[in-house]
């Protein structure tokens, strides 16, 4: 096996765990790998990544489905902003200074993450009605499928502490709506950035054979958490993937001399 099949088949499981076990996240280990190891450029990373994250996260949704964690309303609600969002977040990936916001993102992730691990929700902040609730889901799918079309990754950061938080969703079920959102949005950004030509079709034909039994894997572990449980896993990714974001940005615009983030990445060389 070559170098690039041991690290495509790394990346695809890692990611299709991720995503199996936590309702989202894969992009966070793909496009990483895919930029590292596997030498790709980061826009088609971020590309290649959603193209995958659309098959892994159809495979957990069914999952989670079979298991009872769904809800149609935040379902429709969370996927009519999320389309727009990622949409709109795949055509400005070329424009938007992509450092500074990996940076800004980073941040956010670890506050949500050190809330959700430091202080068990005990139902959301809100108690919307069912219209008033439609409309925060929307706002939540707006955000991230801005966030997924934008960075390469699945959405579900966002989604799933969103709903715990917010809405008070409980962690098992928002991570399947989570997932079933994340089909349809990282569908549509995933065609965006594939119309764009920033998707390897050949990495991810190498890396789809070990994403789909990695989420299967994943689906699996998470039905035999509690939800307290899930919610501490997933809180504790989360810190990681956003040290990670934070760190490798902060370091890339150091060497740049903090020009790198000022720019789009579309338009530096």
């Known amino acids: 096996m070559s170098r690039r099949a041991r690290w495509s088949a790394l990346a695809g499981f890692s990611g299709g765990v991720l ?12 496009v990483p790998l ?8 980061q826009h088609v990373a971020h590309g290649t990544s959603l193209a995958v994250i659309t098959v892994t996260a159809a495979v ?3 999952l989670y489905g079979l298991a009872g964690h769904f809800d149609w309303l935040l379902f429709a609600g969370l996927t009519a902003g999320a389309v727009t969002g990622a949409v ?21 992730l670890l506050a949500v993450s050190l809330r959700m691990l430091l202080f068990a929700p005990a139902g959301g902040w809100l108690e919307p009605g069912p219209f ?5 889901a929307g706002a939540i799918g707006l955000s991230g499928g801005l966030a997924s079309g934008a960075l390469g990754v699945g959405g579900g950061a966002i989604f799933v502490p969103a709903m715990v938080l917010v809405l008070g969703t409980e962690q098992h079920e928002a991570q399947g709506i989570s997932l ?19 998707v390897d079709t050949e990495a ?12 299967v894997a994943g689906a699996g572990l998470a039905t ?3 939800g307290r449980g899930l919610q501490v896993v997933f809180a504790v990714v989360l810190s990681a993937i956003g040290v990670q974001m934070l760190t490798t940005a902060t370091r890339r615009l150091r060497a740049a001399g903090g020009t790198a983030g000022v720019a789009p990445e579309g338009a530096r060389p």
């Open 19 to 30: 995503s199996g076990l936590l309702g989202g996240g894969g992009g966070a280990v793909m």
């Open 34 to 41: 895919m930029t590292g190891p596997l030498r790709m450029r």
């Open 60 to 62: 957990a949704a069914v």
């Open 88 to 108: 709109a977040g795949a055509r400005l990936a070329l424009r938007i200074p992509a450092l500074r916001l990996r940076q800004a993102f980073g941040v956010f």
């Open 132 to 136: 008033a609730e439609f409309g925060l």
């Open 180 to 198: 079933v959102v994340i089909v349809v949005a990282s569908t549509m950004a995933a065609l965006t950035h594939y119309r764009q030509g920033t």
């Open 204 to 215: 991810a034909r190498w890396l789809l054979p070990t994403a789909i039994p990695g989420a």
């Open 224 to 226: 035999m958490l509690s």
